[in-house]
């Protein structure tokens, strides 16, 4: 039962344009979504994060988009640069109280082509 | 301000050996968790601790695998009588309260022939 997912395995881009890496959940209680990006034997970095009260969040080059009916968020990165590929997951929190355990996607590799 | 580190940051066993991992957190985050990854998945939850508490755990989390924190702070978590399928990427991670950031350690990858 995947709870959150990232339906696209890969993407590729071009230096300079924009990514948009794409990301559905299922859990209608789910309010905190975070965005975590990966690089080859290393933990997963914190990007930006959105709670449910607001459709919108930017961060520099980063910005997260949340549509609640349509259980579905996105992440835009403009421009794309060379040091933007890595592997992405969209990652909501769950759990009213308690531990507040993360529940991830699979993950998007992306890749910056110059 | 340091961040989350682990130690070791590989390991290569045989399978029925035992394991141990640590993981140290950000000094002042008193929430720590253990993920797995596996690959081409994204980390999957594992444990969490409050403080010294245990406060919940997975149903991926066997009666092979105990996690510790004995002072509410470091932790470990130890694999014992490990069999090929824990071969993986166990992340660990920290926050200060509920609804904050979990951040990250770089992970210690496990491989078990």
């Known amino acids: 039962d995947q709870q959150v997912k990232q339906n696209s395995p890969s993407l590729s881009v071009q230096e300079g344009r924009i990514s948009i890496l794409n990301c559905d959940y299922t859990?209608?209680?789910?309010?905190?979504f975070l965005w975590y990006k990966k690089y080859p034997a290393e933990g997963p970095t914190f990007l930006i994060s959105i709670s449910s009260i607001k459709d919108k969040n930017e961060d520099g080059r980063f910005t997260v988009f949340l549509n609640k009916s349509a259980k579905h968020l996105s992440l835009h990165i403009v421009p794309s640069q060379p040091g933007d590929s890595a592997v992405y997951f969209c990652?909501?929190?769950?759990?009213?109280?308690?531990?507040?355990?993360?529940?991830f996607g699979q993950g998007t590799r992306l890749t910056i082509n110059p | 301000d340091t961040g989350v580190s682990q130690d070791p940051r590989h390991k290569i066993t045989k399978r029925g050996q035992n394991v141990t991992f640590r993981c140290d957190p950000i000094s002042e985050h008193n929430r720590l968790y253990w993920y797995r990854q596996t690959l081409g998945q994204g980390p999957e939850f594992l444990t969490y601790f409050q403080n010294e508490a245990q406060l919940e755990k997975s149903r991926l989390l066997s009666d092979r695998f105990s996690a510790e924190r004995p002072k509410g702070s470091f932790s470990t978590l130890e694999i014992q009588r490990t069999e090929q399928g824990d071969s993986a990427m166990y992340l660990c991670a920290s926050s200060v309260r509920a609804q904050e950031t979990q951040y990250f350690g770089p992970g210690t990858r496990l491989l078990v022939l």
């Open positions: 990652a909501a929190i769950v759990g009213l109280e308690g531990a507040q355990k993360l529940v």
């Open positions: 859990n209608s209680m789910f309010d905190y």
